[in-house]
Nanobody
């Protein structure tokens, strides 16, 4: 599966953005999907993940209540709705896909088989 992330941009603190990750193969519906981010000079950080059925989601603690991950398997697309954005949310956001197990592993980037190219999110203060 190939992934393409989009939807990044410049937004003021407190604003919202919705990122999209489009997969190019129909078999993408059987992949668990995750979002990660990487700020300059920092390690890649887990943001959120969603089971391939869409029935389970998992968030990093700092994103809970502000970010929502969802998917539409009919469109082979995963979304990350981000609200109440803060300057510290500034990063390149990556989507990723995995056929490995969901519970206990989706927060680790090593669990993912395929990565998108990333989309820049910049939050101004």
């Amino acid at each position: 599966v190939q992934l393409q992330a989009s939807g990044g941009g410049l937004v003021q603190a407190g604003g919202s953005l919705r990122l999209s990750c489009a997969a190019r193969r129909r078999t993408s519906s059987s992949y668990h999907m995750g979002w990660f981010r990487q700020a300059p000079g920092k390690a890649r950080e887990f943001v959120a993940a969603i089971r391939w059925t869409g029935g389970s989601t998992y968030y990093a603690d700092s994103m809970k209540g502000r970010f929502t991950i969802s998917r539409d398997n009919t469109k082979n697309t995963v979304y990350l709705q981000m609200s109440s954005l803060k300057p510290e949310d500034t990063a390149v956001y990556y989507c990723a896909a995995t056929k490995n197990g969901f519970a206990g592993s989706v927060q680790y980037d090593g669990a993912y088989d395929t990565w998108g190219q990333g989309t820049q999110v910049t939050v101004s203060s």
